[in-house]
């Protein structure tokens, strides 16, 4: 099953002298559980690849779908609701609120739906998260790495098919960043979330199952691992 896909996608931004084209034609699929990292040079694409499968942004030409849904063409509200209900997201500068607690932030995507956290789903989320009492500090009070975690908890926390997650380690130091990537790797292990990964980051290949190379707005190099977890 795939949980995401993007059928000849091609992404031009700008016109005339300023063009810029930054998809040329990409295929590719995600398929569900599986952590896919997306690599390359600065500038190749990755960026406005994630931004056009998450509905962030539109395609020039192609499509794109999550799940069955056919993203391409949706209304802008089709769109909120896809993102809303579907899709979780993490950004390099985490995006919490800072007047909110940790846990505040875990539930605040639920809030916004209206939705009831699942109790058991919910536990199994808090421990991976591994914060301890520190689930009641707010942002500030967090390391860089714990923010992280508590971004990336909260992109899982309403089950989305997939969660797209922009140089989450891009801040961090490389044990901080160990630990955000050993969160997003034990959540595909233990709730068989989907995952797309844009990364620079050297040390993120070893936790993908799958790693995609994009230079110039195609993919150019694909690299499938076998994971400690998939040998089991
Ligand atoms: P990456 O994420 O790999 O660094 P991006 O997807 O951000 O690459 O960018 C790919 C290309 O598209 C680059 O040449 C970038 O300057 C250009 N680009 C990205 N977003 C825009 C935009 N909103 N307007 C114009 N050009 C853009
Ligand atoms: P990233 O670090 O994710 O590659 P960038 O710093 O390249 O992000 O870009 C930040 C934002 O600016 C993105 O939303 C991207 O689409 C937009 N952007 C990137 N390049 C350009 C550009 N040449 N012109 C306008 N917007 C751009």
């Known amino acids: ?15 005339g002298e300023a063009q810029v084209v ?54 802008d509200a ?16 985490f995006n919490l609120l800072p007047t909110l607690t940790a846990e505040e932030n875990i539930l605040l995507p639920l809030a916004i739906a209206g939705r009831k956290p699942d ?18 500090h707010r942002p500030s009070q967090l390391s860089g790495g714990q923010q992280q975690r508590v971004a990336c908890a909260r992109a899982l926390v309403a089950r989305p098919q997939v969660v797209f997650a922009d140089e989450p380690t891009g801040n961090l130091d490389s044990r901080s960043g160990a630990e955000v990537l050993g969160f997003l790797r034990d959540s595909v292990r233990d709730f068989g979330q ?32 076998p994971t400690s977890d998939a040998v089991l």
Not at 79 to 91: M, N, Q, Y
Not at 199 to 221: E, K, Q, S
């Open 119 to 136: 109790k058991q789903w919910y536990e199994s989320v808090i421990a991976t998260v591994g914060l301890g009492d520190r689930l009641r």
């Open 1 to 15: 099953p795939v949980a995401a896909r993007a059928t000849d996608v091609w992404k031009v931004y700008g016109a």
């Open 194 to 225: 989907t995952i797309v990964l844009v990364t620079h980051d050297p040390n993120a290949a070893g936790y993908a199952d799958r790693v995609i190379f994009l230079a110039d707005g195609r993919i150019v190099d694909e690299m499938r691992q």
């Open 22 to 75: 930054a998809l040329r034609g990409v295929d590719v699929a995600f398929e569900r559980g599986q952590l896919t990292a997306v690599m390359g040079p600065s500038g190749s694409g990755k960026s406005t690849l994630m931004h056009c499968l998450a509905g962030l942004d539109s395609v020039t030409r192609g499509h794109v779908q999550i799940g069955d849904t056919r993203v391409t063409g949706l209304s």
């Open 78 to 93: 089709g769109l909120t609701r896809l993102r809303r209900d579907r899709i979780g997201f993490v950004f390099q500068q």
